[in-house]
């Protein structure tokens, strides 16, 4: 990697997160620090109740840690306001669930206008920008159609095109291929990649699948709330085209 | 492909991680709100119609209330300016007649116009071999222009064309011995009547013994001009007669009652009041408004509750829509939220639903309350005239009372509406993701 891509993007300085349940307290996270470089595929993989999706969740914003606190650029997310964040997360974060959720009664097109929406634009103008990434991920011709209308494969790219459409500095996408067949998911995968690669964005994404390794710059390995390793990909498509070049 | 993500990366990199503070356009939130109104048509429709139902059930009430208000007020005020005081004997023992002192001590009074008196006198009409009882108005012509009056213009014209003319009720014609009332007309009456001395003034210019004297001496027949419908009673026995008359034949007669008319409808009080305080009972048109006015106020406050436990059934479905709507929606809320929607954008979301359904609704409701009105009144004039009655407009929507609904539109969005969008607005995001 060269200097320029050693930036780092997203810090997590000792992050705890204990969940209260009942009267006792249940430690999800113990003590994670991570470093994210700008343009890095980080795909956070361990085996289910490890605390990735609420490492995930805590960076995005949304799950405030017990102890510790996240950097985004410098900012110390943790200690601003929660529209702060909220804004922060609509206008540098782009967001890709495990379930595509959409607004039921809005159609394709205007689901990925909702980023713009949320932040003060007309439906006009995030139609727009919308209409551009909507055949970037090649579903023009669902535009009008409703969102649960489409096949989960078609739902997380238009879920994609949603996550972009504020140009977002990075991804956070927790599992996005899990409801997906085989093809669907490197088809969502291949097309996230190629977005990371050509316009340097970074990606945070929590996956199970093992055959979805080769997509990840790096790869951190999360078992009971710790990283058991953070291990640069050799072996990614990334690295396998830069060898080749 | 990606032409459009080069330029703006450039102003990322640039941005760093600035963050501006923005919030949803109120356009967007109408919109949403109507899509989501949109996509679930029957429960939109019940809704909208129950709100609907309950405002039109309000405005036909109301609207009918009003109008016949105004219409019976328009109808006591037509034959009775508001600017008009009947003056009267304070009580029966206390006999008072209306003489030259009376009348000139009233004409003082600040803001008196003009005053008119009449006298009622028993008396005795005969025609050839028939021969009644007969209770005799005797009026000026000034007096019947101040007075409600049921005697048409040309029956009054010809009345007060020749002092010795008389307008005479259907029954007293019948006593009189005509089938057909009409054929009284251009008939002549011979009368006596009974003038108590001390309906006799002194102050005018002539004395009572003078006035005795000219009772023996002249001629008492009168042509009767016309016949006068009551419209209150069939078989009232009366008759109007100029009151110069009587004063030619039985001397200087006072008033019984009089007419004030006064200069400006705004000084009636404080003109009766000064009357009142001269001995005499007073009454005035705007009396009977007032007791109607009460009325219609009473009638009012039972439409009011009424309209409050129709609306009270409206809002509680109002509000079972929304509640619906927000679970049906949690996991939207929940996606906005990760998205970047702040608290304010979802609370606004809600609430303007809320006002949506209740704006429709209450547009709605005045709409259709108000046509069914004008259709019951166009119906019932259409009724009237085969039957010969004139039409009248007994349907009114006073501008406050459609500023009252707007306000109550907008009150009834609020209190609909501020439970479900505080609930949405208070929702965590990953919460109302997870939400099943």
Request: with cysteine; aromatic share 8%; net charge neutral.
């Amino acid at each position: 990697m060269t200097e320029e891509k050693k930036e780092i993007v997203i810090k997590v300085a000792g992050v705890k997160k204990n969940f209260i349940v009942g009267e006792q307290s249940i430690p999800v996270l113990m003590g994670i620090d991570l470093e994210i470089f700008r343009g890095e595929f980080v795909l956070l993989v361990g085996p289910s109740g490890c605390g990735k999706s609420t490492l995930l969740h805590t960076i995005y914003g949304l799950e405030e840690p017990t102890v510790g606190t996240v950097f985004i650029d410098d900012d110390d997310i943790w200690v601003k306001t929660k529209d702060w964040r909220a804004n922060f997360r609509n206008q540098n974060i782009g967001f890709i669930p495990q379930q595509p959720f959409w607004i039921k009664s809005l159609t394709v097109i205007e689901n990925i206008a909702i980023p713009a929406i949320i932040t003060g634009k007309t439906f006009a103008e995030g139609i727009e920008i919308g209409a551009k990434l909507i055949e970037l991920v090649g579903m023009s011709e669902w535009a009008n159609h409703r969102p649960y209308d489409l096949s989960g494969g078609q739902q997380q790219r238009i879920a994609l095109a949603r996550s972009l459409l504020l140009d977002p500095k990075f991804i956070i996408a927790d599992e996005p291929t899990g409801n997906l067949d085989r093809a669907a998911g490197e088809k969502l995968m291949q097309l996230l990649l190629d977005i990371s690669e050509q316009f340097n964005i970074t990606i945070l994404m929590v996956t199970h699948n093992t055959d979805q390794y080769k997509f990840g710059t790096r790869i951190v390995n999360m078992v009971d709330g710790k990283i058991m390793s953070d291990v640069v990909n050799k072996g990614s498509l990334t690295e396998i085209k830069k060898d080749k070049n | 492909m990606f032409k459009i993500f080069k330029k703006k990366n450039i102003e990322k990199t640039n941005l760093g991680s600035k963050v501006s503070s923005n919030q949803m356009r109120f356009s967007a939130v109408i919109l949403i709100g109507y899509r989501n109104m949109s996509i679930n048509k029957l429960r939109s429709f019940l809704t909208v119609g129950g709100v609907a139902i309950g405002i039109a059930i309000i405005t036909l009430l109301i609207s009918l209330g009003f109008g016949i208000q105004g219409m019976v007020i328009r109808e006591v005020t037509s034959n009775n300016p508001g600017n008009i005081i009947d003056v009267g004997n304070n009580s029966l023992e206390n006999f008072v007649i209306f003489d030259k002192s009376a009348i000139g001590r009233i004409e003082n009074i600040e803001g008196v116009k003009d005053v008119e008196i009449s006298a009622n006198i028993g008396g005795k009409f005969i025609i050839g071999d028939s021969q009644t009882d007969v209770v005799v108005n005797a009026i000026s012509e000034k007096y019947l222009d101040l007075a409600s009056s049921n005697i048409d213009l040309e029956i009054k014209k010809k009345l007060f064309l020749n002092p010795k003319s008389v307008a005479i009720t259907p029954k007293l014609a019948t006593l009189l011995g005509f089938e057909n009332p009409d054929d009284s007309i251009g008939k002549q009456v011979e009368y006596s009547m009974i003038i108590r001395e001390e309906m006799l003034t002194n102050d005018l210019e002539d004395s009572k013994e003078e006035s005795q004297k000219e009772d023996q001496n002249k001629d008492k027949v009168l042509t009767i001009v016309g016949i006068v419908k009551d419209q209150t009673k069939d078989d009232a026995v009366y008759a109007y007669v100029p009151i110069e008359e009587i004063r030619m034949v039985y001397g200087k007669v006072a008033g019984q009652s009089v007419k004030v008319s006064v200069k400006d409808e705004s000084m009636v009080e404080n003109t009766r009041l000064q009357i009142e305080q001269l001995g005499f009972s007073t009454e005035s048109v705007l009396d009977t408004i007032a007791d109607i006015n009460s009325f219609f106020s009473v009638v009012r406050i039972i439409l009011v509750a009424f309209g409050v436990i129709i609306m009270s059934i409206s809002a509680m479905g109002m509000l079972n829509t929304l509640s619906v709507s927000l679970l049906q929606r949690t996991k939207e809320v929940g996606i906005l939220k990760a998205l970047g929607a702040k608290r304010r954008d979802i609370f606004k979301m809600f609430i303007i639903e809320a006002f949506l359904i209740s704006f429709l609704g209450g547009t709605i409701g005045i709409a259709v309350g108000y046509g069914i009105a004008k259709l019951i009144n166009y119906i019932i004039n259409m009724i009237a005239g085969k039957y010969g009655v004139a039409s009248a407009n007994f349907v009114e929507i006073p501008s406050i009372f459609v500023i009252s609904i707007a306000l109550f539109i907008f009150i009834l969005g609020v209190v609909t509406g501020l439970f479900p969008a505080l609930r949405a607005s208070k929702l965590h995001a990953l919460e109302a993701l997870r939400y099943e």
